[in-house]
Structures are given as structure tokens and as C-alpha cells.
């Protein structure tokens, strides 16, 4: 997990706040995925790797997700791995060449930065939010964010200001966004045997 | 070379940390423990209401040392309490609140127990002129905040995107953050650090709000329709001195018309204390006046 480059060309190149928060989340969008369940349920999940979804436990409920790019295309998901402990699921897809996230450490996060999270909540899909980092990870496995999450952005990316991905937004707790850290993350599908065949 | 939002993120971040290196958290105060300010070298405030009947807290300074902090002295009515903290860390840096703009942003920090620095974001959406508490006491500016408060912000700073700290976040109504500005909070914890408490002003009457009937204030040419009708007089107290007998029907002090008991504040706080001012009374419907000197609030 190499931190801070940054991954899209645009974030060089703002010449506002807006606009480097419009192109970051131009960015996000393409990394972050649309999960319609079998009953009907939408959440969202991130581009980790070619061919790897990661997404919370609790959107990858039942068999057959369908996984919709933020172009428009979709592909089926084959649940690869689950783990309600850390509410973490990944789903494999076959599909490559797309964009993947880049990942960042959570526990180099200081409270105060600035994050992003992009989402499916019902009112909007690829919608995007902005906050800053509640309080610093330390060794925990949760990110808390001021930010205002929805139910659908469970399963979302979690980015700092340069659009690395630090979590994946899993709750909201006492008004706050909490995200499974990236670290988390990696130990998930280190444990899963997902990680080796990247 | 980075963008202006990581610029944007790392000016947050390094105000976060600047200014928290003045915050400490009090972890008996509230429910979930509450956070301080270190305001003055060996001093701190904290939200008075989160640490009532204690004289004396363990405090976690900026170093994550633990330490006993003596209470020196608290106010009910602006919600500070002042704490003696030797050898604590660097006192905030404190911004002129009047150079505050509605559209700054903001940010309100915490110190948790075992989790450190905590902080939200938000803006200052609303600055207005002086206001009071529910307590009674004047808080010298309105800063109204779009902020979310967290478990643990009260006693924190609000500071603004330098670190500057604009004032001291405490409870409002409707789960919202209230600001203490710095002004407020430097008068209280002048006093506090003199006094031990804020001294309030004292007529010694029992008062009842009362309505005249219709025309009377016409009449007597009150502009007011409503009075307070003395139902105690205070033997030996301010107004008993100035000749105010029970039955009498306040409705003008200062030269300020009353219009419920919370008008009579402004001529109670503590910079009255000593000061005569007249007061217009309705005594068997005549329009008279008598000077009053006021006192101070006695402790109880």
C-alpha cells in the first residue's frame, strides 16, 4: 500500500475548491460500483482490482449481485469472499482493463482532512459527499468521518483529497460516517487468498 | 503539485492540530466525558454543566499525561468553569471574534479519552449582537454555527481555518453548538480567577408580572401593558432602601420598559453592582420613582 499519489490527473490541475472536488469525484465515480441484490437492494462497492469488488457484508446479502459501472454497463458478481466481523464482502466479476482504486493507509489520517464518499443512496446514485477525517484510526479498524452518509453509500469508497481510498463506508454512528479501513481491507482479502493472485 | 483540495485538506488537518495542542479532555465531565480549552497559561475552561458538584477533575493533556485539575471557579450562567492546570501545554491562540464572517468555516474540537483529537467541520452561518442565556447571563455576541456537534465537544474550542480560537463550543437547543465567544469567556475568567464567581446584581424583591387594565398604561403613559407587582420586599435589601414598598408595580427601569421578568437583567449584571438607577413605579395608580442602589446577589 504505497500512500498519497495521486491518481487523477485532474486533482494537479484545479484552479478552485469546486473544481478540484467536481474532478475528484469524476474520478471516484469510476472506481466506485452500483451492487442491485436479488430482493431488489442497492448499495455500492469499489473497484479494488481487476476483477475484484469489495463491498460491506451486509449489502452482499443472497446470490446474484449485479454490479453496474458508472457508464452504465453491468456484469454479474460471484461472491468471492464474506465476513460479517468486519463487514467486509468481495465479489468476483469478469471484467478487466477498468480503473481500480488506489488505496492509502487509514492510520496516516489526521482529523481534520478532507474526504470524499461516493455512493448509491436512493435519491442518487455516483452521489457524493464531503467531509473531514472525525478522528484519527490509530488501530482501529473504523474511520470516523464527519460526513453525511446514506444507506446506500454502504459499500462505497471512503477517499482523501488526492481520491486514494482510505475505507469503505460501512455505517453512520452518532451522526458520524464510519468506514472500514483500508488496512482492514487488505487483511480481509489477504485471509480470503484474494490478495496473492492480484 | 498537489491541488487546491489536498492544499485545502492539509490547512484543515494542520488547524486541527495546532489548535489541538490546547485542548485536553475531562473525562468525568458529561456521559461520555468532555474536552477543555487551555486558555491562559496553568488555566483551562470547560463546560460548566458537564463537571456541577465537583471541585476537583482528572483531566488528559495534549501529551496524553494524566493530571488533577482544581476547579477555581464556575459560572451557571455562560456555562464556563475554570480549571487550574499547571504545566499543562501551550495556551490557545485566541482570534478577535468581531473579525469573524458569516461563511467562515469553522471547526469544533475535541480531546477523547483514548481516542485524542476529534473534530468536525462547518461554517459560521449567523453572527448577531448580544444575547442572554436561559441563566440570565450576557453572552456578548451570537455565533451561530452549521455544525454538527460530537459526544464530547463541550468545553472544546471553535476555532476557525488558521486554529484560531474563536470561542468555547457548549450545548445549544435542538442537539446544536452554542459559542461562548472569546470576549465572554476572558471577562468570566477574569472574574472567576478574582472572585472565585460572577457576581450578579440584587434588588431583594419578590416579583409577580401583572397586566393593567386596559387604557391604565395609556394614562399614565407607560408604553408597556404589563408591570411587576412587588409581592416581597427584602428588609434592609437594595429596594428597601430605596423606599420600594410591597404592592408597588415596577414598570420602568433604567430607563428601559419592562416587559416580563427577563427584562430586569439587564440592569442585574455585574457591572451595575454599586451603581444607582432609577426606577418607575405605579403606587396606587400614580405613575412615581425612586432611586435604587444595586446590590449584590448574596451567596447561597
Known sequence: MSAATAVNPEASSGISIGYSVSSMAEWLRRITVCLRGPRGSRGSGVVWRDGLIVTNAHVAVGKGHTVVFSDGTSVQGRLAARDPAVDLAALAIDATGLPVASVRGARSLRPGEVVLAVGNPWDGEGAVSAGIVHRAAGQGAVIFADIRLAPGNSGGPLADAEGNVVGVNSAIFQGLGCAVSSETVMEFLRQAGLLEAA | ?300
Open chain 2, 1 to 300: 503539485m498537489p491541488g487546491f483540495l489536498v492544499d485545502f485538506s492539509n490547512e484543515l488537518a494542520e488547524a486541527v492540530a495546532r489548535a489541538g495542542r490546547s485542548v485536553i479532555s475531562v473525562p468525568e465531565g458529561g456521559r461520555e466525558g468532555v474536552s477543555g480549552t487551555i486558555w491562559r497559561e496553568g488555566i483551562a475552561i470547560t463546560a460548566e454543566h458537564t463537571i456541577r458538584g465537583l471541585d476537583e477533575v482528572e483531566v488528559i493533556l495534549p501529551s496524553g499525561e494524566k493530571s488533577k485539575a482544581a476547579v477555581a471557579g464556575r459560572d451557571h450562567g455562560t456555562d464556563i468553569a475554570v480549571l487550574k492546570v499547571a504545566g499543562a501545554g501551550v495556551a490557545a491562540t485566541l482570534a478577535d471574534e468581531g473579525q469573524a464572517r458569516v461563511g467562515e468555516i469553522v471547526l469544533s474540537i475535541g480531546r477523547r479519552r483514548d481516542e485524542g483529537l476529534a473534530a468536525t467541520h462547518g461554517l459560521i452561518s449567523a453572527i448577531g449582537g448580544p444575547w442572554r442565556t436561559g441563566q440570565g447571563a450576557r453572552i456578548d455576541r451570537w455565533l451561530r454555527l452549521d455544525l454538527n456537534p460530537f459526544p464530547g465537544f463541550s468545553g472544546g474550542p471553535v476555532v476557525n481555518a488558521r486554529g484560531e480560537v474563536i470561542g468555547m463550543a457548549t450545548s445549544g437547543p435542538r442537539r446544536s453548538a452554542a459559542t461562548i465567544p472569546v470576549s465572554t469567556v476572558n471577562r468570566v475568567v477574569d472574574q472567576l480567577l478574582q472572585r472565585g464567581r460572577i457576581a450578579r446584581g440584587y434588588f431583594g424583591v419578590g416579583i409577580q408580572p401583572v397586566a393593567f387594565p386596559e387604557g391604565t398604561a395609556r394614562e399614565l403613559g407607560i408604553g408597556s401593558e404589563r408591570g411587576l407587582l412587588v409581592v416581597m420586599v427584602e428588609p434592609g435589601g437594595p429596594a428597601a432602601h430605596a423606599g420600594v414598598l410591597l404592592g408597588d408595580i415596577v414598570v420602568r427601569v433604567d430607563g428601559a420598559e419592562l416587559q416580563g421578568p427577563q427584562s430586569l437583567q439587564g440592569a442585574l449584571d455585574s457591572d451595575k453592582i454599586g451603581q444607582t438607577v432609577p426606577v418607575d413605579l405605579v403606587r396606587g395608580g400614580k405613575l412615581t420613582s425612586v432611586s435604587l442602589v444595586v446590590g449584590e446577589r448574596p451567596v447561597r
